[in-house]
């Protein structure tokens, strides 16, 4: 069951819908996430930030524990202290039911904060990483929260993972029966559909 509730003011309503997305392997993301970087831990009542640079367009976030419940809170910040969004999160068990999303990060200055509110006896495990970046942006710098990862063909490959999500395609570029759309490193081959 996914419950919706609007904790506003009644002058601000919202509109809210929730579909089943058949076309999508989230756990193929989490492990595939989970296999290009490298988690850090944060202790019950820390908090750890990341900042991006400006070509970062959209960043994937997975929190998760090692079954133990899950209770943290994940902030896009522009600016100090200017929160542009919150996210409350509560699992049960984080190692059987993690949390991924992805968030949008236009414009500069963006930091995600994610906030472990459990107590000091539940630890955490977490991965903030670009996932749609510019191209015509300078990638050299675009993470400064302590994950490492390998720097070269990053830019092609989150760049055609969010764009073939949008289209309908897999996580590895490739979209319909069988043709390309793109590797994920960004190089274009035979049959390929554009770009």
């Keep these: 069951t996914v419950s919706i509730r609007n904790t506003a003011q009644l002058e601000f309503p919202l509109a809210a819908a929730v579909e089943a997305d058949y076309s999508r392997d989230l756990s193929a993301d989490i492990m595939d996430l989970s296999e290009r970087s490298r988690p ?3 202790q019950g009542g820390a908090l750890k930030t990341y900042s991006f640079a400006q070509a970062v367009q959209c960043v994937q976030i997975l929190l998760r524990t090692d079954g133990r419940p899950l209770n943290a809170r994940v902030e896009l910040l522009q600016g100090p ?3 542009k969004q919150v ?3 509560y699992s049960e068990d984080g190692a ?3 949390f991924m ?3 949008e990060t236009p414009g500069t200055g963006n930091v995600v904060r994610v906030v472990n509110t459990a107590p000091m006896e539940f630890p955490m495990s ?3 990483e670009p996932y749609v970046i510019r191209d015509w942006e300078d990638d050299s710098v675009v993470v400064d929260g302590g994950n490492s990862r390998e720097e070269r063909g990053t830019r092609g490959y989150y760049q055609n993972n969010y764009r073939n999500y949008r289209l309908g395609g897999d996580r590895y570029g490739r979209y319909g029966s069988g043709s ?3 590797d994920r490193y960004g190089n274009y081959g035979y049959g ?3 770009g």
């Design 40 to 42: 850090a831990t944060i």
């Design 81 to 83: 202290n200017n929160n």
């Design 192 to 194: 390929s559909t554009g």
């Design 180 to 182: 390309t759309f793109g």
């Design 87 to 89: 996210v409350e999160i």
């Design 101 to 103: 999303a992805y968030i």
């Design 126 to 128: 977490a991965r903030v």
């Design 96 to 98: 059987e039911r993690p």
